[in-house]
């Protein structure tokens, strides 16, 4: 069985501490042991979960009292504290962490195929194939997918100068922060299209 350990405890303070104690508390323990400090280090992001679920129940009064009363078997108030609340606490108490990472335009999914057909009251009470035609997006064959008029090569890309990453330092309470994120304008490719191929419009893939 987990043992869930006191709050106070985690933040470091007394069962007195004051409002402003706590908060202190929390800022130094979150600037620690923050996931983006800390990459691939799961024992940081255990304890960052850690001090700010503590955190999120004693800055409020009434959570509070209701832990000092109940301790950790306090209710759905104490209980029901769900994993997104992290992210969204740290961000109203610091700000947004510049850097985080932000899903790549490919890792989306893409959207449904939708295809209206008309069938007869027999064939929906039996069962019925049928066969559909329907444009799916290939390779354009006037630029082999490169996605540049024939004879024109792609240029390097200005925003992160062909590296494919870009690279932001940014300062929190006095700590400085460099992170590498992939360039949202080539897409990691370090390269972007000067002259459209004007079949698929720089795409590198067509409708057929």
Not at 78 to 100: Q, T, V, W, Y
Not at 174 to 193: D, H, K, N
Request: proline share 6%; aromatic share 8%; hydrophobic share 30%.
């Amino acid at each position: 069985m987990n043992v869930k350990r006191d709050y106070y405890e985690i933040l470091g303070v007394e069962p007195n501490a004051s409002p402003q104690e706590i908060k202190r508390a929390y800022r130094r323990l979150a600037r620690q042991h923050h996931p983006d400090v800390n990459p691939n280090d799961a024992e940081a992001e255990d304890r960052f979960k850690e001090a700010t679920e503590a955190y999120e129940v004693l800055s409020d009064p009434e959570r509070r009292s209701q832990y000092d009363f109940y301790g950790h078997a306090g209710g759905p108030a104490i209980s029901d504290f769900g994993f997104g609340g992290f992210s969204d606490i740290f961000d109203a108490f610091f700000g947004p962490f510049e850097g985080r990472r932000r899903p790549r335009a490919e890792d989306l999914r893409g959207a449904d195929l939708r295809l209206d057909l008309e069938i007869t009251l027999e064939e929906a009470a039996s069962g019925v194939g049928k066969t559909a035609r329907v444009n799916r997006l290939v390779t354009c064959g006037d630029c082999d997918g490169k996605g540049s008029r024939a004879g024109a090569d792609p240029v390097v890309c200005p925003a992160c100068r062909g590296n494919g990453s870009v690279r932001r330092t940014s300062g929190v309470f006095g700590m400085q922060f460099t992170s590498v994120s992939t360039c949202e304008q080539c897409r990691g490719a370090g390269s972007v299209i000067s002259d459209p191929c004007p079949s698929c419009q720089g795409k590198g893939r067509a409708r057929k």
